[in-house]
């Protein structure tokens, strides 16, 4: 009976031993695993890192080639993918270069702007005008293209953003671009896109939503963009402008002449520089290829500024004529060449071998040489 007694005692004994043994082992491998797993800064660390091994660039990188939407002369302007900048003073014709750009989608070419897409879909914001002004974009996108209303109006959508408030404008611009699609976006206005334009924060945080816009979506959204008010300041404005300006792939400019002229030129460009090309409006308003017009318009400058440097050439000579034949007449009317030639240094400032000019081509003019003695024309008893 004892030892029945004792060897139940013991059986639970060893039972517990055993139990203690395998809770041992199980807090062992808790604390183990614990150990080895990653800090919540240590996973967050590690998912930034493939991030960022997904955007690295290496020797066997594959990029593709970038997409142009137009062309002009052969170089390419406003890539997809990519955000892109229209400046200009106040009313220099920034709207009627946009106009252009989108008959050019539309047809295939405008004048020397040549589309590099089929039948590509343009979104049009405009936040600066009303809507009957709006509304003149298309009638002036049909007139330059000849285009159907139909097809116009499936391949063209425009929008008039002017009421709309700031803090919905990329919003509703994000809405209508994943729901339609289009290739190419221009918003006259980007300045309405902000509160202020020269808030730091905002116009760097609005530039990188349109560039992962137009990236995730494969499009080129083109922003236009006042320049600063003063004359001689071309950058764009404030923070906003200079963020633009930075990030942008093709910045084009228009300038508008006393003659009516809009000149469009590439001041800002990554690849290729544009060349320049000119428009300007007929009798009735419509939009016309300036380009010769421009050419004529240099040509009467330049002949202007060859007359006016003729005219000045002619006096100048006349004033050192009369300086010549001052000083033959101071001395008597009877001078040696190497006193002229010195005097003619010393009163109009000049150098040995213009003076020299000078005596030599009023030589027979004005003045007469005998002997080596320069006398003025009349004066000397030949």
Known sequence: MKESIIDKNVQPAEGLA??????????????SQAVSQPTADE????????????????????????????????????????????????????????????????????????????????????????????????????????????YIDQHLRLYTFRRMSYDTLLGDTRLLIEKYHPHVVFIDGLVDYVASFNDEVLSRQLIHDLLV??????????????????????????????????????????????????????????????????????????????????????????????EREKEKREQRNQERTEETLRIVREYGGCITRKELKLRLMQRLKISDSTAQNIIKQNLCQVINEVNGMIYASGDADL
């Not at 055993?18 to 604390?31: C, H, S, Y």
């Not at 298309?138 to 209303?149: L, P, R």
Request: charged content about 30%; hydrophobic content about 35%; aromatic content about 2%.
């Open 18 to 31: 055993g139990q203690v043994n395998e809770q041992r082992l199980t807090v062992a491998d808790i604390v």
């Open 213 to 306: 816009l137009c990236e995730e979506n494969h499009c080129a959204i083109v922003n236009v963009l006042h320049e600063n008010k003063a004359s001689d300041d071309e950058n764009m404005r404030g923070h906003l402008g200079t963020v633009l300006s930075q990030k942008a792939g093709t910045v084009l400019q228009c300038q508008k002449s006393k003659t009516g002229i809009i000149n469009v030129s590439c001041p800002d460009s990554r690849h290729g520089v544009m060349p320049l090309w000119n428009i300007s409006f007929d009798e009735e308003g419509h939009i016309i290829d300036a380009d010769r017009k421009k050419e004529e318009e240099e040509r009467q400058k330049s002949l202007k500024r060859s």
């Open 43 to 150: 996973q967050a660390r590690a998912e930034r890192l493939a991030e960022l091994e997904k955007v690295r660039v290496t020797t066997s990188t594959v990029v593709e080639p970038e997409t142009y939407s137009l062309m002009v002369d052969g170089v390419g302007i406003f890539a997809l993918s990519d955000i892109h900048g229209l400046k200009g003073k106040q009313k220099c014709g920034k709207s009627a270069v946009l106009k252009v750009c989108a008959a050019a989608l539309l047809a295939g070419q405008q004048f020397r702007v040549k589309s590099e897409l089929t039948e590509p879909v343009v979104l049009f914001i405009d936040t600066e005008q009303q809507a009957a002004d709006v509304k003149l974009i298309v009638d002036e996108v049909k007139h330059m293209s000849g285009c159907t209303d139909d």
